[in-house]
T-cell receptor, first 112, second 112 residues
Framework: DAGVTQSPTHLIKTRGQQVTLRCSPI?????VSWYQQVLGQGPQFIFQ???????GRGNFPDRFSARQFPNYSSELNVNALLLGDSALYLC???????????FGSGTRLTVV | KNEVEQSPQNLTAQEGEFITINCSYS?????LHWLQQHPGGGIVSLFM???GKKKHGRLIATINIQEKHSSLHITASHPRDSAVYIC??????????????FGKGTHLIIQP
């Protein structure tokens, strides 16, 4: 069974650009969460989706948005990129929000 | 003050030593996770706890709900255990599905 897959693995963008990150959960997992991990820090919660609806949102500006598709895959969009958005973006899936999480390997975004 | 505090931040030990990593939290939780992160970013879920103790191989995790404290122990440590160990909690959100709140991690190095 494939794990949580994220794409792309690495990405370099310029300030002001927009980026879309993708996540495919484990088959049967209906909940997807997104986290931002800045170098040297623990991950910070961005969004959680369950059954295609937003179930939670962390303390991130409106430049960050996400959605979940009927097949439970998810996209994270970041507009008007800032240098400070450079981070590892992690996706985690679970059967539902109360179950254990499986993490993807992350997308490393560098904003220059 | 961070809602999730880990100690120590850094730990270097010799192969074979018994390792203890501590996690304290200040909020009501429904579950606590111990995660392992290797260089490059991939996160592996080790344990999810809501009470008591769990054991998997050389790893043992305990939680004391009343004291809001959890420990991760590694017996007979090995250089391959070198990684960042992260404590994360799922808070009691009163019906909503919030994401995890993470500690900053403990950077463990096991020397041969």
């Amino acid at each position: 069974d494939a794990g949580v897959t994220q794409s792309p693995t690495h990405l370099i963008k310029t300030r002001g650009q927009q980026v879309t990150l993708r996540c495919s959960p484990i088959s049967g997992h209906k909940s997807v969460s997104w986290y931002q991990q800045v170098l040297g820090q623990g991950p910070q919660f961005i969004f959680q989706y369950y059954e295609k609806e937003e179930r939670g949102r962390g303390n991130f500006p409106d430049r960050f948005s996400a959605r979940q598709f009927p097949n439970y895959s998810s996209e994270l969009n970041v507009n008007a990129l800032l240098l400070g958005d450079s981070a590892l973006y992690l996706c985690a899936s679970s059967r539902n929000p109360g179950y254990g999480y499986t993490f993807g390997s992350g997308t490393r975004l560098t904003v220059v | 003050k961070n809602e999730v505090e880990q100690s120590p931040q850094n730990l270097t030990a010799q192969e074979g030593e018994f390792i203890t990593i501590n996690c304290s939290y200040s909020v009501g939780i429904s579950a606590l996770h111990w995660l392992q992160q290797h260089p490059g970013g991939g996160i592996v879920s080790l344990f999810m706890l809501s009470s008591g103790k769990k054991k998997h191989g050389r790893l043992i995790a305990t939680i004391n709900i009343q004291e809001k404290h959890s420990s991760l122990h590694i017996t007979a440590s090995h250089p391959r255990d070198s990684a960042v160990y992260i404590c994360a909690v799922r808070t009691n959100s009163g019906g909503g599905a919030d994401g995890l709140t993470f500690g900053k991690g403990t950077h463990l190095i096991i020397q041969p």
